[in-house]
T-cell receptor, first 116, second 114 residues
Framework: AQSVTQLDSQVPVFEEAPVELRCNYSSSVSVYLFWYVQYPNQGLQLLLKYLSGSTLVKGINGFEAEFNKSQTSFHLRKPSVHISDTAEYFCAVTLPGSGNTGKLIFGQGTTLQVKP | DTAVSQTPKYLVTQMGNDKSIKCEQN?????MYWYKQDSKKFLKIMFS???????INETVPNRFSPKSPDKAHLNLHINSLELGDSAVYFCASSLARGANTEAFFGQGTRLTVV
């Protein structure tokens, strides 16, 4: 079975500082990897995804993530955060291949709190 | 235009009642999902339909019954509501059932059972 672990439940950071949100996954087969963001009282929005190819993936709002197969990690980074980045961030995986359903398996979420 | 819309946004009801949550997508997608987000913000899939066919049915009490009258709609009916059903329910859709297609989420329905 697949699982996703987000190592930090809360990450406080000052505005304009860099940030890294950590995500590790467990799977005996290859997976596709995603980061979603949830702003207060809203649905989830896709930030970026890794399917194949270059291990450094760039997404919206200046975020990027790096897939590391040996460490089974997919950490999210941003070099300089804004107050508006305050939100809940979810790492997720799905299974590629025939018979896949697009079912997302989520981590527990990380609350990013950007302080002025 | 809202891509994935859910109604109602908030739902407060008493234990034992039956309620429905409606979801509609105008993206032309084939696949729709229901996810449950608990009080700790953990998200878990409940159901998925692809072109009106049920393709995912996780371990969910049979008091929960999804219905897809057409591929643009996926409704969730809950019988005999319990306190533990209180959560935020998200509808989502994706172009196809493939795992590399982005899922678009609705704004959620916050269900409170009292």
């Amino acid at each position: 079975a697949q699982s996703v672990t987000q190592l930090d439940s809360q990450v406080p950071v000052f505005e304009e500082a860099p940030v890294e949100l950590r995500c590790n996954y467990s799977s005996s087969v290859s997976v596709y990897l995603f980061w979603y963001v949830q702003y207060p009282n809203q649905g989830l929005q896709l930030l970026l995804k890794y399917l194949s190819g270059s291990t450094l993936v760039k997404g919206i709002n200046g975020f990027e993530a790096e897939f590391n197969k040996s460490q089974t990690s997919f950490h999210l980074r941003k070099p300089s955060v804004h107050i508006s980045d305050t939100a809940e961030y979810f790492c997720a995986v799905t299974l590629p291949g025939s018979g896949n359903t697009g079912k997302l398996i989520f981590g527990q979420g990380t609350t990013l709190q950007v302080k002025p | 235009d809202t891509a994935v819309s859910q109604t109602p946004k908030y739902l407060v009801t008493q234990m034992g009642n039956d309620k429905s949550i409606k979801c509609e997508q105008n993206l032309g997608h084939d696949t729709m999902y229901w996810y449950k987000q608990d009080s700790k913000k953990f998200l878990k899939i409940m159901f998925s339909y692809n072109n009106k066919e049920l393709i995912i049915n996780e371990t969910v009490p049979n008091r929960f019954s999804p219905k897809s009258p057409d591929k643009a709609h996926l409704n969730l009916h809950i019988n005999s509501l319990e306190l533990g059903d209180s959560a935020v329910y998200f509808c989502a859709s994706s172009l196809a059932r493939g795992a590399n297609t982005e899922a678009f989420f609705g704004q959620g329905t916050r269900l409170t059972v009292v």
